[in-house]
């Protein structure tokens, strides 16, 4: 090979949802691999009026937005496409198709280029994603992984030496969240709107269960807090609008905006109380003294206060991505890729037939 494995430039893409990502991270021996420059094209409006992601749509626009991004990438770290080492994308998991646009266009760019491909496992990029902040993380820690489709606890012990501790029986916390504001009459994605929108609420107005609190194990299951959501929300419409509502059917917008607030505020209470104790639990299950946070529920602001609180009281240091790299972004896979480089954990090939995973445990890496 002929360029140093810790020092690589990787051009990272990602097109696993409905996000369009591309960055350069530069290995630099064994230290944080830096970010050179990412770009991203959000699809959020575009898949807003279905009032969620349509796959087929999310495949068009990928491929529309890849290219142009990756020019933005170069020309902002002044860097030509010849001298990427490795080319890097998003194998799974996620949407076939959409996996599929970055997988062709990364294949295609490194048999053109003659350089290197590398796939990418999705959520070893959000794990890693806090390597990129201001406070890094040292290993071991464990990890809480809440994406919109994933909710894991994992102990992990170094680049791809990962160990499942719990995940969800149903429902992601991500999808707790999104299902309960699209019962909200809150726009797709919907988790940061119900987070907004709880900022004035009471978190103890009404009685939601928190799933598997006291299970003794580390999963997690948020579906009937979804239906219980809805049970709560359909009682509040019968019991009759807030301020004047004209004839037919009463929606949960029409209610006064308390009761809204309120129903909110308990919603992420409820959510934010099970992720945290099932972390705690996991830090006293490990005996490790570090949480990482990562997955695009990281962003959301109750769940950093009350997990900073806890870990406060109990020494433990928790650690998350910078905020605008909570969500999905190509700079997570970039340096997911580059950090595999550095530890030796997996070998760029130039065989440029690619397949992709749209289901991909992470403990099976
Ligand atoms: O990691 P991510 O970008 O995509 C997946 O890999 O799934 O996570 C998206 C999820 C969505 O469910 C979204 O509603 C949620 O993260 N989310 C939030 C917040 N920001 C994003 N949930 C709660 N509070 C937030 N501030
Ligand atoms: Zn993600």
Not at 230 to 240: P, T
Not at 300 to 322: F, Q, S, T, W
Not at 328 to 345: C, F, S, W
Request: aromatic share 4%.
């Amino acid at each position: 090979m002929k360029y140093d494995q810790t020092a690589a430039l990787v051009l990272g893409i990602e097109s696993s949802c409905d996000e369009t990502g591309v960055a350069l991270v530069q290995g630099i021996g064994h230290g944080v691999p830096a970010l050179l420059a990412h770009a991203l094209h959000s699809q959020i409006v575009m898949h807003q009026p279905y009032g969620g992601v349509v796959p087929e749509l999310a495949s068009r626009d990928h491929i529309r937005r890849v290219l142009p991004l990756a020019q933005r990438v170069l020309q902002e770290a002044k860097r030509t496409l010849p001298q990427v080492d490795v080319v890097a994308y998003t194998r799974g998991p996620g949407l076939a198709g959409a996996l599929l646009v970055g997988a062709g266009v990364a294949c295609a760019l490194g048999a053109a280029l003659g350089k290197p491909v590398m796939g990418v496992h999705h959520l070893e990029g959000h794990l890693l994603s806090p390597f990129l902040s201001a406070d890094p993380p040292e290993f071991p820690f464990v990890a809480l992984l809440v994406s919109g489709g994933h909710t894991q606890l994992m102990r992990v012990d170094g680049v791809g030496r990962y160990v499942l501790l719990g995940e969800t029986i149903d429902d992601a916390a991500g999808e707790a969240f999104d299902k309960s504001a699209k019962l909200m009459g809150l726009p797709y994605p919907g988790g940061a709107a119900l987070s907004t929108l709880a900022e004035n609420g009471n978190p103890k107005a009404y009685k939601l269960p928190r799933p598997l609190l006291h299970s003794g194990d580390l999963d997690f299951s948020f579906a009937g807090l979804k239906t219980a959501v809805m049970v709560q929300a359909k009682r509040l419409l019968q019991a009759g609008p807030g301020p004047a509502v004209g004839a037919g059917a009463l929606a949960f917008a029409d209610l006064d905006p308390t009761t809204q607030a309120d129903l909110a505020a308990s919603t992420e209470a409820a959510i934010v109380e099970v992720l945290v104790l099932k972390s705690l639990a996991a830090i006293r299950h490990t005996g490790l003294r570090r949480l990482v946070v990562a997955g695009g529920v990281g962003a959301n602001r109750l769940l950093r206060e009350d997990l900073n609180r806890a870990c406060d009281k109990m020494g433990i240091r928790v650690h998350y991505p910078e905020l605008h790299l909570c969500t999905d972004n190509g700079a997570m896979i970039a340096l997911a890729a580059a950090m595999r480089l550095q530890a030796g954990q997996q070998q760029p090939s130039m065989a440029y037939a690619f397949d992709v995973k749209p289901r991909w445990p992470l403990d099976q890496l």
